[in-house]
């Protein structure tokens, strides 16, 4: 069983920048894909980021890329969202999300299913 905590959300005026941070239960952090995803009001919940169980590879919704970059520190147990050049229309709750089978590439087109999902953390980007 993993247990996924983000924290580092907020109020933030556009153009200004975040730092999500999930950590993770468990001893076996490095073996799960992790991913970023988020959830606006009256929307449906949209891929953002995943990285690869040691991090050489990332993905990016078009809309984020440039702007967000995904890592992690298996030491750490943790997975990181710096966020910058933040839009009002960021605005969401940004849930991580952890998954033993599916590969980087496969989280940016599945919204459903995976292993372990966080509680979310709130980001609000004001105009």
């Known amino acids: 069983q993993v247990q996924l905590v983000e924290s580092g959300g907020g109020l933030v005026q556009a153009g200004g920048s975040l730092r999500l941070s999930c950590a993770a239960s468990?001893?076996?952090?490095?073996?799960?894909?992790m991913g970023w995803f988020r959830q606006a009001p009256g929307k449906e919940r949209e891929f953002v980021a995943s990285i690869s169980r040691y991090g050489s590879i990332t993905y990016y919704a078009d809309s984020v890329k440039g702007r967000f970059i995904i890592s992690r520190d298996n030491a750490k147990n943790t997975v990181y969202l710096q966020m910058a050049s933040l839009k009002p229309e960021d605005t969401a709750v940004y849930y991580c999300t952890a998954d033993v089978r599916l590969t980087a590439q496969a989280m940016v087109v599945t919204s459903v299913g995976m292993d372990y999902w966080g509680k979310g953390t709130l980001v609000t980007v004001s105009s």
């Open positions: 468990g001893r076996t952090f490095s073996s799960y894909t």
